[in-house]
């Protein structure tokens, strides 16, 4: 009788599901510590202070610009995006803050984001 194998899943792969996992609580992690800041969340405020409308506007000319980020005084990490986003499922996503995982887990995974909606 042989011994019974526990799988870790993703056969073939140079990587198992910890160790994504780890990768991918790392990201997460980032984003996290990124959108707490007392600055990121006096912007949602300011962001949630206006109707549904106008938020898209004040995405593009703030969320979407490091200059007025800056001014703001939010420093946008390198490895962090922020994007406009949309569902097919029509969700109301105003934007996301994404983070790419390491290259070596993209053909499983590709990256980490949280959705901010309308």
Excluded at 61 to 89: C, H, M, T, W, Y
């Amino acid at each position: 009788m042989q011994p019974t194998v526990k799988s870790h899943g993703y056969k073939g792969l140079s990587y198992d599901r910890p160790a994504l996992q780890a990768a991918m609580r790392k990201a997460y992690d980032s984003l996290i510590d990124f959108v707490t800041t007392d600055a990121f969340k006096t912007l949602m405020e300011d962001l949630g202070a206006f109707h549904p409308i106008h938020r898209p506007k004040f995405v593009f000319d703030v969320l979407l610009s490091d200059k007025a980020l800056a001014a703001r005084g939010i420093k946008r990490p390198e490895n962090i995006l922020i994007q406009r986003s949309a569902f097919g499922d029509r969700r109301p996503i105003i934007f996301v803050v994404k983070r790419f995982l390491p290259e070596e887990f993209s053909n499983v995974w590709q990256n980490v984001n949280i959705t901010f909606d309308n």
